[in-house]
Each structure stands twice: as structure tokens, then as C-alpha cells.
């Protein structure tokens, strides 16, 4: 009937409609989504840059610092040495006999430093290459072994095909012998 046609019809459009509203709130959803992730991916970038400044940041303070105690550093020395110079006590040579037992205590400090530094170094490469070699020699025992494990497979294995070999010619022969002195006694 009309009604049925009308109802069926309007039924039909309205989940049309329905089904229309659900596409679009699926596509706004992945929008969102896609925003979201562009917004991830933005903040994320944007706490990287901020921490990469501020790692340029700490690398120059530390600079800074570093130079600023270097010239300190100076200027306390230039200071000693003017104080070392208005001493009357002390002679000229007696200040530079001083400094220069300090400045050779402190090189024969830092050469035995290098030096303890340089055979700790030794003896590690020496450990490293014993490990190493020792390895590799166990590597080529082990290669050894195994050759010659398949060397004794392929020599047994020859071996009994010679073996065959042989047994099969000699029961030929033991045939044909048996053979001739069969015929032999026969005639």
C-alpha cells in the first residue's frame, strides 16, 4: 500500500541519514586523531628544540666559566709572583729554585701518570690479543677435529667399498674355478 511504500521509503532515508551522520563523525574522529598526532609530534619536536638550546646554552656557560677561571687562574699567578718578587726574604734565586722543583715534581707526576696510564693500556691489549689468539686456536682445533673426522667417514667408507670390491672378485673367481673343476670332472 501507499502508506508501506511511504514508510519503507522514509525508513530507508532516514538510516541513509543515519548512516551519512556516522561517516562524518568517523571522519571528524579521524581527524582528531590525525590532529592529535600532529600535536604529538609538534610538542615533542618543540621540547627537543627548547632541550637542544638549552644544551647550546649549558656548552657556552661551561665556556664561559672555563675561561673566566683560566683568567682567574692567571691573575692569581701574576698576583703570587708580584708577591714572590716583594718578598725580601727571599732571593731571586731561591724563588726560582722553588718554582722550578715544583713545575719538575709536577712533570714527573704527570709523566708517571702517563706512564701507569700507557702500560694499564698494554696490559689490557695484551689480555684482549691472548683471548684472541687463544680463541682462534681453539677455532682452528675445532675446524682440525672436524676435518679429520670427515676424513676418517670418507677413508672408512672407501675402505669398505674396497673391501667389497675385492670380496666380489674373489667370489667371482672361487666361482669360476668351481665352475672349471665341475666341467673338468664332469668330462
Known amino acids: 500500500t501507499a502508506a508501506e511504500t511511504l514508510q519503507a521509503f522514509f525508513r530507508s532515508h532516514v538510516s541513509h541519514q543515519i548512516m551519512r551522520l556516522q ?10 586523531a ?22 647550546k646554552q649549558h656548552a657556552a656557560a661551561r665556556v664561559i666559566q672555563k675561561s ?13 709572583l708580584r708577591e ?8 731571586a734565586a731561591e724563588t726560582l729554585q722553588a718554582f722550578f722543583r715544583s713545575h719538575v715534581s709536577h712533570q ?14 698494554n696490559a689490557a691489549a695484551r689480555t684482549i690479543q691472548t683471548a684472541y ?17 670427515a676424513a676418517r667417514v670418507i677413508q672408512k ?14 667370489l667371482r673367481e672361487l666361482k669360476l674355478q668351481v665352475n672349471r673343476t665341475a666341467a673338468e670332472t664332469l668330462q
Request: aromatic fraction near 10%; charged fraction near 30%; charge should be positive.
Open 34 to 55: 590525525a590532529a592529535r598526532t600532529i600535536q604529538t609530534a609538534y610538542r615533542s619536536y618543540s621540547t627537543w628544540r627548547l632541550a637542544q638550546q638549552a644544551m
Open 23 to 32: 561517516q562524518i563523525r568517523m571522519r571528524e574522529l579521524r581527524e582528531n
Open 157 to 170: 667408507s672407501f675402505r669398505g667399498y674396497k673391501a667389497r670390491k675385492t670380496a666380489m672378485s674373489v
Open 84 to 91: 714572590l718578587k716583594l718578598q725580601v726574604n727571599r732571593t
Open 133 to 149: 689468539r687463544s680463541y682462534s686456536t681453539w677455532r682452528l682445533a675445532q675446524q682440525a677435529m672436524k676435518q679429520h673426522a
Open 68 to 80: 673566566f677561571r683560566g683568567y682567574k687562574a692567571r691573575k692569581t699567578a701574576m698576583s703570587v
Open 108 to 121: 714527573i707526576m704527570r709523566l708517571q701518570q702517563i706512564r701507569m696510564r700507557e702500560l694499564r693500556e
